[in-house]
């Protein structure tokens, strides 16, 4: 300190010189200035953590299930009971009560209570409030409180949301020309005005595309020729993802992008049978990809068609076995779990390890977009639907597009936000990155916009989508195997790890319970699995324990297991044939013991999948 003056040593050069002079490691640094430092270190320790606290971001942690399981049970024990929808409710009403009642909905004991145990335990400054029907909770957080958490083995993952503060908002968007060609304003906003693209297949399924005067503008590589004759929507929705960089018309998200399109009939039946041929496609091809759907439900019918034990709820789980499914919330100005994929008949939730996420519309300012008025050939649109089945926001407001004879217009409609998420989920990764990790980028790159739902039932904050360069070391992958084993069955045990999700042979328990090992080579960081099923029953109980180990039994009669050492359950009852299950895990294992028991069907997987690091 004698070298130089107190307020010119630099943070690094005090850190550098207490570990010197103490001795100690960097997490009782802060402790033992306090104690031990000069004077003048204090200061500077101070000024370091000043600094530290001034480049805080918004994180979500999200919290070890089974402890919240824990305190959850203590707390049914003790006399909780989770709020019901009172019998004399109209059934037209039951969706408005349970979002009039979301905060009690949401509520969970086991949540907030290990939420409290683990803010405590970390020294959490800045908390806010639990906002997800999941054991999460979102807080500003600093370097020293990401080590503290990173050490918690009561906190799964700390995921970086990627905002601003609070109170500021976005900035107005506009579009601009160069060269003859114009960049919509939202390309701009989703931070995607750059020179990037994606060779993967832009998968999507719209009404019959019919545009000769695009064939320069978009790489269309297969269509079926067929589908409701609304020619324009598709040529709107195609070149706001994918319109070719080349000084004409508009300028897509991913310019040049190959097209794999499907015309449908706007009946169930085409629906399903069009999603199925494109997940088939994209198996025949041994490719992971993205999946635009830019249609929902108009009549607001509850339940929706969409709900994932509907008819086109099945068919998009079973294609996100290959395909992350970006789906558009729909226009009506209402709660979008009653328009679009959900969780729940009534009320509604989403889940972030589906590979699906149903997308609202932003104005330019980031705001869930009013009521606009649209050019012919499209009607005007109500606002953005809203509500707690809506994973990700993206423009859909006042979009400068191309109909099908190539006129621009200028539309609105959560049809147009749908495909940029799409778009940029299939720039991340390549045609070997599974749904559930673009999920996981999407999901991470989102960016506060400052804006709120405004909604009478509803009013969360709308998290915009964003293009960020992506960090392969923060998401977790798909994990290479090097064998696998079942003490139940050994016929065809290798299919459950052959990257085929729709064959017609696949392994099976001969009976209703079962286990398989899953050997991943080398110790990993383990954090989820997902099991693909094939089932005969259509609902029923099925179970799965997880255990995880670094040793394996192969010889005796016991042959092929691990010591018992559960790291995870999951119990549901919305089984049917070709759905994935994903179960989060935590732990350092090198194998992995999946047992099943299906109460209603025999015990089947069509493919097994481990994700860590």
């Keep these: 300190t004698s070298l130089m003056p107190c307020t010119l040593i630099p943070h690094t050069v005090v850190i550098s010189f207490v570990l010197q002079i103490l001795n100690i490691s960097e997490d009782e640094v802060m402790i033992k200035f306090e ?19 001034a480049a805080e971001s918004l994180y979500m942690i999200y919290m070890n299930p089974f402890e919240v399981q824990k305190y959850e049970q203590a707390a049914i024990n003790a006399g909780y009971s989770k709020p019901q929808i009172p019998v004399n409710i109209r059934p037209e009403a039951q969706n408005d009560y349970v979002l009039q009642n979301i905060e009690r909905f949401n509520y969970s004991p086991g949540v907030e209570r290990l939420k409290s145990e683990v803010v405590s335990e970390a020294k959490l400054r800045k908390v806010e409030k639990t906002a997800l029907q999941m054991p999460a909770f979102f807080a500003y957080l600093d370097e020293y409180e990401l080590i503290a958490l990173s050490k918690s083995k009561r906190v799964v993952s700390v995921t970086k949301m990627n905002t601003a503060d609070k109170s500021i908002t976005f900035s ?16 701009q906003a989703i931070g995607a005005d750059d020179g990037l693209s994606a060779t993967n297949n832009f998968y999507i399924v719209d009404a019959l595309y ?29 070149s706001l993802a994918a319109a070719r960089n080349n000084s004409s018309r508009i300028r897509g998200v991913n310019p040049g992008q190959p097209i794999v399109h499907r015309g449908i009939y706007m009946n169930e039946s085409d629906i399903i049978n069009q999603v199925a041929w494109i ?78 996420m149903v997308v609202g519309g932003t104005d330019r300012f980031g705001d869930r977009y009013p009521l606009t008025p649209n050019p012919y050939p499209y009607a005007t ?20 597009t191309t109909i099908a004879d190539g006129t621009l217009v200028t539309a609105t409609g959560t ?3 749908a495909p940029m998420v799409a778009a940029i989920a299939g720039r991340y990764g390549s ?34 989508l964003r293009y960020t360069t992506p960090n392969y070391s923060s998401i977790p992958w798909k994990l290479p195997v090097s064998a696998v084993y079942s003490q139940t069955n050994t016929n065809n045990i290798h299919k ?20 398989v090992v899953i050997d991943l080579g080398r110790t990993r960081d383990i954090r989820g699995l997902r099991v693909m099923i094939r089932s005969s029953a259509d609902g029923g109980q099925l179970n799965f324990a997880v255990h995880g180990g670094n040793y394996i039994n192969i010889t005796g009669p016991n042959a092929a297991t691990i010591p018992t050492n559960p790291i995870a359950y999951k119990n549901t009852t919305d089984q049917f044939d070709l759905v994935p299950y994903y179960i989060p895990l935590s732990g350092n294992y090198r194998y992995i013991m999946l047992e099943g028991n299906n109460t209603a069907s025999w015990l089947s997987y069509s493919e097994v999948e481990i994700y860590g690091f």
């Design 415 to 417: 049809s147009f936000a």
């Design 381 to 400: 649109e109500d606002r953005s639907n809203y509500g707690p089945c809506i994973e990700v926001w993206a423009p859909g407001q006042s979009m400068t």
């Design 35 to 53: 104690k031990k430092m000069l004077k003048c270190v204090a200061a500077a320790t101070a000024f370091v953590t000043l600094q530290s606290h």
């Design 431 to 464: 045609t070997a990155t599974r749904p559930i990790e673009r999920e996981a980028y999407i999901r991470n790159g989102r960016t506060f916009t400052g804006k709120y739902e405004g909604a009478p039932t509803s009013n969360l904050p709308i998290y915009q």
């Design 279 to 356: 997940s088939s496609m994209a198996e025949w091809q041994n490719q992971f990809s993205t999946l635009n759907l830019s249609i929902n439900q108009g009549d607001g019918t509850n339940p929706s068609l969409f709900n994932h034990t509907g008819s086109l709820g099945k068919v998009l789980r079973r294609a996100s076995g290959r395909l992350f499914v970006a789906q558009s919330a729909g226009n009506f100005n209402r709660n979008a779990c009653v328009s679009a994929f959900n969780y729940s008949s009534i009320g509604g939730t989403s889940d972030p390890y589906d590979g699906i």
């Design 172 to 187: 107005a968007y506009y579009d601009y020309t160069v060269g003859g060609e114009t960049v919509p304003w939202g390309k």
């Design 210 to 238: 019919s545009s000769p005067a695009l064939s320069g503008e978009l790489n269309i590589i297969h269509t079926n020729n067929s589908g409701e004759s609304h020619i324009d929507h598709p040529a709107s929705v195609l």
């Design 496 to 515: 459950i790890v052959d990257e085929k999700f729709y064959d017609s042979i696949d392994w099976n328990a001969n009976g209703q319970w079962g286990s």
